[in-house]
C-alpha cells in the first residue's frame, strides 16, 4: 500500500516513534522524515541510523517551530505532555495530527477544548510495543499485523480520519474505531492492570523469595514467571503518565481483580479438587475467547 503522506514529523522518537521511522522509510525511500527529541544522546543515535530528514533537540524545535510544511504529525511523547504540546499548534494547520498515545479520554478533552469545533486530529493507539525503551531498540517490523485503535474526536473531518487510517494500514495495521472513554475502561483491563499486575508480582516475588534465589547458580524459576514478569517496570516514565491519566478506570478494574483474587483465596481454604480443576479449565476457555483462538 503507498503512502500518501509525504512530510512527516515524529515528535518524540523514542522506541514507537524510531520503529515507526523504519517501518516508513522501507515502504518508500523518498518519504520527508523529520523528528523532535528531548537529549542529545536521543538525537545522535537517531542521526546514526539515517532514516530522518533532520533531527533537532525539542528546544531547538520549539524556538523556531516550523509547522506548516507538514503533512502529518505524530506525537509520541508521554501523554501527560500532549495538551502542552497541543496548545503550542498555530491556528489553521494543514497537517493532519496524530499521537500515539495509551490513553484517550484526557486527549479527547484537550483537543476539543485547544483546537475547537473544526480540527483535523485522530487520535490513535497502536497496540505494540516492547519492554525495552529507546530509538537504540527500534525494531522495523514493531507495528507489521498488530492492531491500531483510532479515536476520532468530535470536530474531526471524515477525510483526516480516512487518511490516518491508511496511513496504519500502510506499514502493515489493522484498525478500529472506539470512542475514548471505551477506550480507556477497555484498556484498563486489557493493558494497563496488567502491567501493575506483572511489576507487583516481581516486587512480591523478589521480597519472598529473592534471597533463595541469589543463592542458587541459576534463576529457580520457569518460563510461566518469565512470561509474567516480562513487561514488569516497562518505561517508567510513560507508565506513570498512563496511570495518572488514566486512574479512576484503572483502579477500578484493580478492584474488581481484588474480588477476583478473594475468590482464588477461597478456593484455596476449601481445598476441594475439582474446584481447582473447574477454576484453570475455565481459565482455558476464557483465554481461548480473549486471545480470539
Not at 32 to 53: A, C, D, N, W
Not at 58 to 85: C, H, M, Q, R, Y
Not at 203 to 226: K, L, T, Y
Not at 227 to 240: C, H, L, Q, T, V
Request: glycine share 6%; charged share 25%; hydrophobic share 40%.
Amino acid at each position: 500500500m503507498s503512502q500518501e503522506f509525504k512530510k512527516i514529523l515524529i515528535y518524540g522518537v523514542g522506541l514507537m516513534g524510531s520503529s515507526l521511522a523504519l517501518a516508513l522509510r522501507k515502504l518508500d525511500k523518498d518519504i520527508q522524515l523529520y523528528g523532535v527529541v528531548r537529549s542529545t544522546k536521543s538525537k545522535e543515535v537517531i542521526s546514526r541510523m539515517g532514516i530522518f530528514h533532520s533531527v533537532n533537540i525539542e528546544n531547538e524545535f520549539l524556538s523556531k517551530p516550523n509547522w506548516s510544511d507538514l503533512d502529518l504529525i505524530i506525537f509520541g511523547t508521554p501523554v501527560d505532555t500532549l495538551e502542552a504540546l497541543i496548545s503550542n499548534l498555530p491556528h489553521g494547520l494543514n497537517a493532519v495530527l496524530t499521537d500515539m498515545g495509551s490513553t484517550k479520554y484526557a486527549i479527547d478533552v484537550s483537543v476539543k477544548k485547544l483546537l475547537g469545533s473544526k480540527h483535523k486530529y485522530i487520535s490513535s493507539h497502536p497496540m505494540c510495543g516492547s519492554e525495552l525503551s529507546g530509538p537504540e531498540n527500534a525494531i522495523e517490523n514493531l507495528y507489521s499485523n498488530k492492531l491500531c485503535i483510532l479515536t476520532p474526536i468530535e470536530g474531526s473531518d471524515k477525510e483526516s480520519l480516512l487518511k490516518i487510517e491508511n496511513f496504519w494500514k500502510s506499514i502493515g495495521m489493522l484498525c478500529y474505531q472506539m470512542d475514548s472513554k471505551t477506550h480507556d475502561e477497555t484498556l484498563s483491563y486489557l493493558s494497563h492492570s496488567p502491567h501493575i499486575l506483572s511489576s507487583l508480582m516481581v516486587i512480591w516475588a523478589e521480597r519472598m523469595a529473592g534471597e533463595v534465589n541469589r543463592q542458587s547458580p541459576m534463576p529457580i524459576m520457569g518460563g510461566g514467571f518469565r512470561d509474567m514478569a516480562r513487561i514488569a517496570g516497562s518505561n517508567p516514565e510513560m507508565w506513570k503518565a498512563i496511570l495518572s491519566e488514566n486512574r479512576k478506570p484503572i483502579l477500578n478494574s484493580l478492584i474488581e481483580f481484588q474480588k477476583e483474587l478473594n475468590s482464588a483465596i477461597e478456593l484455596l481454604k476449601s481445598g476441594e479438587q475439582k474446584d481447582f480443576q473447574n477454576f484453570f479449565e475455565l481459565a482455558a476457555l476464557k483465554k481461548k475467547s480473549l486471545l480470539k483462538n
